[in-house]
């Protein structure tokens, strides 16, 4: 069965990567083959003795910037019509669930891992398609960027998730924040789980559950209220 979703990652530390997709809700959907996950160094690519892939940046300043010549000629052997070129930067535009499941709709997705001081910039200007941020911050190693947008992404791949209800009422879908979730026992220490939850009745359920939805977003997040 070939998978819905294809994602390779080039990166100068691989390692990071592997360990990352061998556990849990992805290593199953690999082993399903519902996705594919690749994680490649990009020292293949990268030529001489050392097969460097940085050096000192043109103007000075400090730091080390990845070289184009060895993510250009990684793209031109990975990359076909079907592949969409994402390069996971801080000041790229922010993940959201939005974001995330319009990638997941996408048959092969390549990552660069920026490292360092990032990328040449002709690899940004002519090479990528899309730039995306985890958040305002920055991050030592670029492949930690990769592994959240996989995870994001690969839990919207139908099939990935087991139950299709999983992502129902998740933080940020609908632009809400999520539930509160209550399991056994139903008292704890004298705290008791919300009557409304013990009803059986599922219209009234939806109903508490949304209003806890919208209380929770305008307390916290009333910026995604405004959305």
Known sequence: ????????????????????????????????????????????????????????????GAGMVMKPEPLFAAVNEIADDDTTIIYMAPDGEKLNTSICQELSLKKHILLISGHYEGVDQRVRDYLVNREISVGDYVLTNGTLSSSILIDAVCRHVPGVLGDKDSLNDETFEEGLLGIPQYTRPSEFNGLKVPEVLLSGNHAEISAWRRSKRVEKTRKLRPDLLKN
């Open 1 to 60: 069965m070939k998978p819905a979703l294809r994602i390779d990652v080039l990166s100068l530390f691989p390692k990071t990567l592997e360990g990352f997709v061998s556990e849990s809700i992805l290593a199953k959907a690999i082993d399903s083959g519902l996705i594919e996950v690749n994680s490649l160094d990009l020292r293949r690519w990268a030529k001489g003795k050392h097969r460097e892939t940085d050096d000192r940046p043109f103007g000075g």
